[in-house]
């Protein structure tokens, strides 16, 4: 009887060990992944340090961009070509800004001439003309959105030009453009089956396939504030900066 017991207790031990082994090995290869992860998402950012000022014609870019390192408003006058400097905010390293031309004939050759260096990318709305001018505004923003360069990079729509009356607010602009970015993406997705693509530039389709299209569904960290380049209240955008450097 007690040698039975003592076999009993011997086969429960080996099921025991083998029972055990499992979730050790699962944690050890979670582990693994985590630091794979954290390893490649650390390679992808690195070396990132430009900030990038981008959007629409004349929603505001060079002025702020003039706000920031010069501390004035600039001559109107249609950029055709980037603006580049060196932006330092209390106690930290300076970091490059460029101000990337909006006209569609430049933006996007210039645009991808700085992309891979980006580690924010600032989309400027004009916050008086985004309703009339949404088509434009969610095509470029999409362009931006869904190319495989920017997925590390952190993102701020800042609703430009508060001072004026008829100013939409940041909430509303984001509302206006989750509606018209799922009408983008839907183009886009009929398009891209009908032309075909090669995988290496493949852009990456934008938010839940089959689900309403939300920034909270894409990769990067995006968010939206509101600022006057003409008042110099451009807090939201430097704060946000600040945390990123
Ligand atoms: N009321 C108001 N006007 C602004 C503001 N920011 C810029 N503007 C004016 O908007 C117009 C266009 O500004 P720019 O800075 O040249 O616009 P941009 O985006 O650089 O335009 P492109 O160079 O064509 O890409 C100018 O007349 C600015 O003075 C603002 O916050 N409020």
């Not at 183009?187 to 396939?209: F, I």
Request: aromatic share 6%; glycine share 6%; proline share 2%.
């Amino acid at each position: 009887m007690d040698k039975l017991n003592e076999n009993v207790r011997e086969k429960k031990h080996i099921k025991l060990g083998e029972i055990d082994s499992g979730p050790i090995l699962v944690a050890l290869l979670l582990g693994f992944i985590a630091v794979a992860i954290f390893v490649i998402l650390r390679r992808r950012s690195a070396g990132r340090r430009d900030f990038l000022l981008t959007g629409l014609c004349e929603s505001g870019k060079s002025a702020i961009f003039m706000q920031l390192l010069h501390g004035k408003l600039p001559e109107t006058f249609t950029s055709i070509k980037e603006n580049v400097g060196d932006y330092q905010a209390g106690g930290h390293s300076s970091v490059r800004l460029v101000d990337i031309p909006g006209h569609y004939r430049v933006r996007d050759k210039c645009f991808d001439l700085y992309k891979h260096k980006a580690k924010g990318i600032v989309f400027v709305v004009d916050s008086v003309t985004v309703q009339k001018d949404i088509r434009d505004v969610a095509d470029t923003l999409y362009t931006i959105l869904a190319d495989s360069a920017t997925q590390p990079c952190s993102v701020l729509v800042l609703c430009n030009k508060q001072d004026q009356t008829t100013a939409k607010s940041a909430q509303v602009i984001k509302s206006l453009l989750e509606k018209e970015l799922h009408t983008v993406r839907d183009t886009r997705s009929r398009k891209l089956q009908s032309v075909g693509d090669d995988d290496v530039n493949k852009p990456v389709t934008l938010g839940k396939p089959g689900r309403d299209f939300e920034f909270a569904h894409i990769s990067q960290n995006i968010q939206f504030v509101e600022s006057s380049a003409k008042e110099k209240e451009l807090n939201t955008l430097t704060d946000w900066m600040g945390r990123l450097m």
